[in-house]
């Protein structure tokens, strides 16, 4: 079984990364976060950004979005 995603499934992750990148910049803050689920609690967002903000920016790029939300 392969690790990455491919051919679909990597198109559902861009639709759905895209959803959640509101200004269109190809990351994903917190506050965009926030504003498509605003009903996250707080310390779900910390845990996001602890686990999947890989480089430390405060912000997520795609392939940071992947590995967070890709189970195979």
Do not use: K, Q
């Amino acid at each position: 079984m392969s690790t990455e995603p491919t051919g679909e499934r990597l198109a559902e992750l861009r639709r759905a990364f895209a959803a959640i990148d509101a200004d269109g910049d190809g990351f994903i803050t917190e506050a965009e976060f926030r504003g498509h689920f605003p009903d996250l609690p707080a310390e779900a967002i910390g845990s996001l950004n602890r686990v999947g903000d890989s480089d430390g920016d405060g912000r997520f790029s795609f392939e940071e979005f992947v590995r967070l939300v890709y189970r195979g």
